[in-house]
């Protein structure tokens, strides 16, 4: 079980809290939510892990050597971001493999939710929730320390998966008549489990109930870029 480090700071009584419109979207600072810088690092590597592990199953299924060659890279990608979170893990003298047990149930649900029933529902859950998850943890990482979120961000934000599952989603939908509206529903039930993992990454010590109020901006922004990356296959989110 992962124990999540209490982070300090004053915060503002109740009667201090400025007036927001409800017209306005509040910017949240996430540096509060962030949780400790082990179990941070031991999830993302984690969801790397599977994501690799997804890329190389859709390797595997692909029925053209372009369409291997090109996800082979990707998965390529996906391997270096794992090594390079469980190389920080190391840096801080820790296991990576102790950190990223606890995980283990949440990156079979992961693995479950993106495998889909065809190839086709495979490449785009992985275009999803990698596309989703990485934003996400990269946000989150601002409540690291300094010199580990600047290293984390580097690692999180090289291009991997998207350009290429994109490319092969696109011209499938332009070749085969129906597929867009059978994606278009896939698409749509990933994006409440997107939001699960991304919610169970949140600091657990005093977790109170508001705190998911609090983030709702952060995750309606999320879900936009989720929009325009379907818009961008030609699909309706």
């Given at each position: 079980?992962?124990?999540?480090?209490?982070?300090?700071?004053?915060?503002?009584?109740?009667?201090?809290?400025?007036?927001?419109?409800?017209?306005?979207?509040t910017k949240v600072d996430f540096t509060d939510l962030t949780p400790d810088p082990l179990a941070f690092l031991?999830?993302?590597?984690?969801?790397?892990?599977?994501?690799f592990e997804a890329l190389a199953r859709a390797v595997i299924e692909a029925p053209t050597f372009a369409?291997?060659?090109?996800?082979?890279?990707?998965?390529?990608?996906?391997?270096?971001?794992?090594?390079?979170?469980i190389a920080e893990l190391r840096r801080e003298g820790v296991e990576p493999v102790s950190m990223m047990e606890p995980f283990a149930s949440g990156a079979e649900r992961f693995r479950e939710v993106i495998a889909g029933s065809t190839w086709h529902e495979l490449l785009l859950g992985i275009h999803v929730a990698t596309g989703f998850l990485d934003e996400f943890f990269v946000r989150l990482s601002g409540g690291l320390p300094t010199e580990l979120a600047g290293r984390v961000r580097g690692i999180l934000s090289e291009a991997g998966a998207g350009?290429?599952?994109?490319?092969i989603l696109q011209s499938s939908i332009a070749a085969q008549p129906g597929l867009a509206d059978r994606l278009a529903l896939w698409g749509r039930s990933i994006v409440g489990d997107c939001l699960l993992v991304a919610r169970s990454a949140l600091r657990e010590a005093e977790r109170p109930s508001h705190v998911h109020d609090e983030a709702e901006p952060v995750f309606t922004e999320l879900i936009a870029e989720?929009?325009?990356?379907?818009?961008?296959?030609?699909?309706?989110?």
């Open positions: 079980m992962v124990t999540w480090s209490k982070r300090g700071g004053v915060r503002p009584e109740a009667g201090m809290r400025p007036f927001v419109a409800p017209t306005t979207l031991g999830q993302a590597a984690t969801i790397q892990l599977e994501a369409d291997k060659e090109g996800l082979s890279a990707a998965a390529g990608v996906a391997l270096r971001k794992h090594h390079a979170l350009p290429v599952l994109a490319g989720h929009t325009r990356r379907m818009d961008a296959l030609g699909l309706t989110a």
